[in-house]
C-alpha cells in the first residue's frame, strides 16, 4: 500500500518519545475517506510491525471495505460487526490480530483490523491507539465536509427550484390575468381563444361536441372542415373524458370543455408540441371557456324559456300592450305583421327540437318567437318563410326530413295570434294526412279548404262529413281500424291501386278487401262519380278538421 510523503520512512522506532515524534510527522491533509485510510494504514506500517488486514469507512449508517478494492472479509466483516468493531480478532495465520475504532467523540467512523507475528509493545500500541484517533478525527471532518457539500448542494438545488416555481407562478399569474380579463372584458369564446392563442404562441381551436369549428385563433385554419363520424366523435370524447391531463392527438393537444357532467365542447392547441406552460393554460382556458358558455347557455334557455311563455300567451290570447311590452323585455319587436308555423316532428317537442327550429327560420333571415304547443314546435315569424326553403333547413337543423309544416295567415295584432294558429294547424292536418306529409302547407294557398273552414264555422261542414263518412268512422272506432284513411288515399292517388296501395303501405288485395267493406258500409258505389266526388270533399273536410296527431 502506498504511504504519505509526511509518514517517516523509519518503521524501527522503539522509545516513545521517538514514536511520538514519527506520528506527529504523519498528516491527514485529505478529505476523502480512502485517502483518509490509506494514510492510516501506511502510518500503522511506519509506527509498527503490523500488517493492515483490512480497513472499513462509516456510510449512511454501515461500515464499508474502504478502499473498495479489497478483497472480501465476510467472516471477519461479521464478527467486527457483533463485536462493534474494536477489540481482538482471531486470525488463523496470524499470531496476534486487533480492530482498531477510528473515532471521535464517541461516534465510530471506520475500523481498521492489523495483525502481526508476535504481540506489539506497549508503547507501539500506544502509538497506533493515537493513529487510530486522529484518523477518526480525520474521517470525521471528512464526514462533515462532505455533509457541507451535500447542504450546499441541496440548498443551490432549493434555490433552484425555487427560482422555477417563482417563473411558473409568475407565467401562471399572467395566465389567470390574461384569461379573466378575456372573459370578464364580455369579449365571448372569440376573445377567450384570441388570449390563449397569445399566451401560447400556437393556434387555438374550439369545437362543439359534434365536431364543427366554433371559434379559432392563429393562423392555418382550414379551409374545409369535414366533420367527423359520429362513432369517431364519440369515442373521441370518450378518451377525453377518462384522461386527467390534455391529449396529444393527430398533431393536436386537446382537453374537454366541461364545467359540469355535460360535455359542452373541445378546446385545443393545434400543435404537436406543448410544454407543462402550455398544458396548464390549456386547462385553465377550458375552464373559463366553460364558464362563459355554460353562462351563454344559461341565458339563451332563460330566453327560451320567456319566449315559450309569451308564445303561449300570444297564441290562447293576450292584451296587446302587455305583450308588445314583454316581447320588448326580449329584444323582440312584435309590431310587424306575423305568421304562425306550426311544425310537427313525428316526436315530442324537445328543447333541441325547438332551437333547431329556430336556427331554421334564423338562417332564413326571418326573426322569429319561438315555443312549442303539445308536441308540435311553434314559431310566429315577422314574415312569411319560403315554403321550400323552410322545408330544406328544418331537415339540415332537424337533422332528418320527417317534418310537417303548416302556416296560418297574417297577422296584424296580437289578437289576431289564436285564430291564425288554429287555421296554421288545419293546414298541418291537410299535410299529415296527404299522400304525401313531409312538406309545407300554407292556408292561404289551400283553396278548397276555405268553404271546410267557412262550414265549420256554422256547424255544416260536421254534418257532411258524418253524412257520408258516419259509418265509417263508426267502424274505425269499434274496431280500431283505418278504413277512412284507406279512402281517402284511395281517392288522392285518384283511384289508382298500384299508387294507392304503397302509399297505404299495404298488399293490393289487402286494399281491395278494404274497399269492398268500405262500400257495404256506406252503400255507396265508389264507381258513381258524384258518389266518388262527394266521399272525396268529406274525407278532406275529415282531414282538415280533425286535430293533428
Known sequence: MDTDSTIPDDAGVRTTAEGLAALAGIKFPSLDPTEILETAAAGAAALSTCRVEASYCAHDGHMELCPAAQSEHTELTDALRQSSWTGKVDLAQYH????????????????????????????????????????GAALACAELHQRDVRRARQLNESNHDL???????????????????????????????????????????????????????GPGRPQRHSKPRTTEREGFLHELTAQTAPVHVDGRVCVLVQPHAEIL????????????????????????????????????????????ELVDDLLAGTDADGAYARAEALGYDLRHPHYVVVIHTGRSASKADIAAAGRAAANLHVNHLAGHHGNSIVLLTDG??????????LTRQLGHDRSAVGIGPRCDAPAEFPQSFGKARRALNVRLRSARPQGVSDYDELGFYHLVDAAHSVGVAEEYVRRWLGPLLDYDEAKHADLVHTLSHYLECGGNYDESAAALHVHRSTLRYRLRRIAELTGVDLRDVDARFNLHAATRAWQFLTPEP
Request: hydrophobic letters at 45%; a negative charge; glycine letters at 8%.
Open 96 to 135: 496476534w490480530g486487533r480492530a482498531f475504532p477510528l473515532c471521535h467523540q464517541d461516534v465510530v467512523h471506520g475500523c481498521i483490523v492489523l495483525s502481526a507475528a508476535a504481540t506489539p509493545v506497549p508503547e507501539q500500541l500506544l502509538l497506533l491507539e493515537l493513529l487510530a484517533q486522529q484518523a
Open 163 to 217: 427560482a422555477s416555481a417563482v417563473q411558473r407562478l409568475e407565467a401562471r399569474g399572467r395566465v389567470h390575468e390574461s384569461l379573466e380579463g378575456a372573459l370578464a372584458g364580455g369579449s365571448g369564446q372569440d376573445g377567450i381563444v384570441e388570449a390563449l392563442h397569445r399566451l401560447t404562441g400556437v393556434p387555438v381551436c374550439v369545437e362543439d361536441r359534434f365536431g364543427n369549428i366554433l371559434a379559432w385563433s
Open 265 to 308: 365542447g373541445v378546446i385545443a392547441l393545434v400543435t404537436p408540441d406543448a410544454d407543462e406552460d402550455h398544458h396548464y393554460a390549456l386547462l385553465y382556458g377550458s375552464m373559463v371557456l366553460g364558464l362563459e358558455l355554460s353562462h351563454r347557455r344559461n341565458l339563451a334557455e332563460m330566453h327560451l324559456s320567456l319566449s315559450r
Open 384 to 393: 312569411r318563410p319560403a315554403r321550400q326553403a323552410l322545408a330544406r333547413e
